[in-house]
T-cell receptor, first 116, second 117 residues
Framework: AQTVTQSQPEMSVQEAETVTLSCTYD???????LFWYKQPPSRQMILVIR??????QNATENRFSVNFQKAAKSFSLKISDSQLGDTAMYFC?????????????FGQGTRLTINP | GAVVSQHPSRVICKSGTSVKIECRSL??????MFWYRQFPKQSLMLMAT?????????EQGVEKDKFLINHASLTLSTLTVTSAHPEDSSFYIC?????????????FGAGSRLTVL
């Protein structure tokens, strides 16, 4: 079974700073996806970024980027130039790669607060 | 973009009654949908995988007779909490795969907050 661990329950930074959220996972699968989801106070889950395990290049989406270390089973999220709207719960998640839809396994979450 | 609609967003019911929550994929077909439960300040816990035209697959520890799932069409899955009790109060979230967003990418509904009195 796969497990996802987020060791930082809460983080807080000033607006415009850079922040890195940690995530490690455990799996025996060789083909899989990793995700970071954001859950703001509205509780709507929003996809932030996605990484395919077979791709060595780290995924980036504007101010969001990941540091994917496959051998170490580490998948951290870096948020640059943080904004007040980035305040949310962030969940790291794992999905086995398949032809059909697969379930997501979530980490415990990190509550990120961006202070003005 | 792909939208998953969940209804109702909030529901309050009396202990012993049943409550139905709907999850609809508005602009795509979803042969598989997932139901999660989220307790306050905790992560999402997968309850079951809903398969169109067949029985749902429940995660270990989830009572299938308590949480009835029906996936009667390619755009609708329903979760019915039967004989609800206060401990069933929680936030329930559904998700579905939209291939147009990329394979193995799930789109989530906005969630349904259930309060059982």
């Amino acid at each position: 079974a796969q497990t996802v661990t987020q060791s930082q329950p809460e983080m807080s930074v000033q607006e415009a700073e850079t922040v890195t959220l940690s995530c490690t996972y455990d799996t025996s699968e060789s083909n899989y996806y990793l995700f970071w989801y954001k859950q703001p106070p509205s509780r709507q889950m929003i996809l932030v970024i996605r990484q395919e395990a077979y791709k060595q290049q780290n995924a980036t989406e504007n101010r969001f980027s990941v540091n994917f270390q496959k051998a170490a089973k580490s998948f951290s999220l870096k948020i640059s130039d943080s904004q007040l709207g980035d305040t949310a719960m962030y969940f790291c998640a794992f999905m086995k790669r398949s032809q059909g839809a697969q379930k997501l396994v979530f980490g415990q979450g990190t509550r990120l607060t961006i202070n003005p | 973009g792909a939208v998953v609609s969940q209804h109702p967003s909030r529901v309050i019911c009396k202990s012993g009654t049943s409550v139905k929550i709907e999850c609809r994929s508005l602009d795509f077909q979803a042969t598989t949908m997932f139901w999660y439960r989220q307790f306050p300040k905790q992560s999402l816990m997968l309850m079951a995988t809903s398969n169109e035209g067949s029985k749902a697959t429940y995660e270990q520890g989830v009572e299938k007779d308590k949480f009835l799932i029906n996936h009667a069409s390619l755009t609708l899955s329903t979760l019915t909490v039967t004989s609800a009790h206060p401990e069933d109060s929680s936030f329930y979230i559904c998700s579905a795969e939209n291939r147009a967003s990329g394979a193995n990418v799930l789109t989530f509904g906005a969630g349904s907050r259930l309060t059982v009195l």
